[in-house]
């Protein structure tokens, strides 16, 4: 089994910043953790979820065009976390951020956490 856990949402002024983390639980995953890609998707009201950020097992990265240069995403393989730092936040950035991982052909997400920028 695998569980995800994110945290570090809550509302902060555009032009500000937070992290979020998502730690990884599930013994088998966990030993698994530094080979498997992980992401970072969010969800506005009314909106398709979309893919924000993506770190491989190999440390690689990606990111959505809407947030490059303002969002890294990163992992601690030794906790079992990943990180998404946040800068510069806009408006738009307002969502849901859900952690997410595929092992075994099988998709994980976390419950999410609300991020909030006020203009």
């Known amino acids: 089994q695998v569980q995800l856990v994110e945290s570090g949402g809550g509302l902060v002024q555009a032009g500000g910043s937070l992290r979020l983390s998502c730690i990884a639980s599930g013994t088998i995953f966990r030993s698994m953790f530094n080979m498997n890609d992980m992401s970072w998707y969010r969800q506005a009201p009314g909106k398709q979820r979309e893919l924000v950020a993506t770190?491989?097992?190999?440390?690689?990265?990606d990111y959505a065009d809407s947030v490059k240069g303002r969002f890294t995403i990163s992992r601690d393989n030794a906790k079992k976390t990943v990180y998404l730092q946040m800068n510069n936040l806009k408006p738009e950035d307002t969502a849901v951020y859900y952690c997410?991982?595929?092992?075994?052909?099988?998709?994980?997400w976390g419950k999410g956490t609300q991020v909030t920028v006020s203009s």
């Open positions: 997410e991982t595929n092992w075994n052909a099988i998709d994980y």
């Open positions: 770190v491989t097992g190999g440390g690689s990265t």
